[in-house]
């Protein structure tokens, strides 16, 4: 990504460093709403260095701030 850091402090700014889901603000991290997997396949993302270029992966929009709880439930839905 560009600035992920720079990305992700947007996306906590965005949503004022709250969870989306449950309304918590405690270890606050950001969230891919299209997976990052599903981005490299649909854009065929074969080098890293094409991810600098990849506009959805650095879209603020394409983001949410989940707590470290609501995320790894997130991530869970990803392997079934």
């Known amino acids: 990504l560009k600035d ?10 965005r949503d004022k460093y709250t969870c989306r ?17 599903k981005i490299v396949g649909v854009e065929n993302i074969t080098d890293r260095r ?3 270029f990849s506009k959805l992966l650095n879209d603020i929009s394409n983001g949410t701030t989940l707590c470290h709880s609501c995320h790894r439930k997130e991530h869970k839905h990803y392997k079934k």
């Open 50 to 52: 094409q991810i600098e």
């Open 4 to 13: 992920s850091s720079l990305l992700n402090t947007s996306r906590n700014d």
């Open 21 to 37: 889901k449950c309304k918590s603000t405690s270890k606050i991290e950001s969230h891919h709403i299209v997976p990052i997997y």
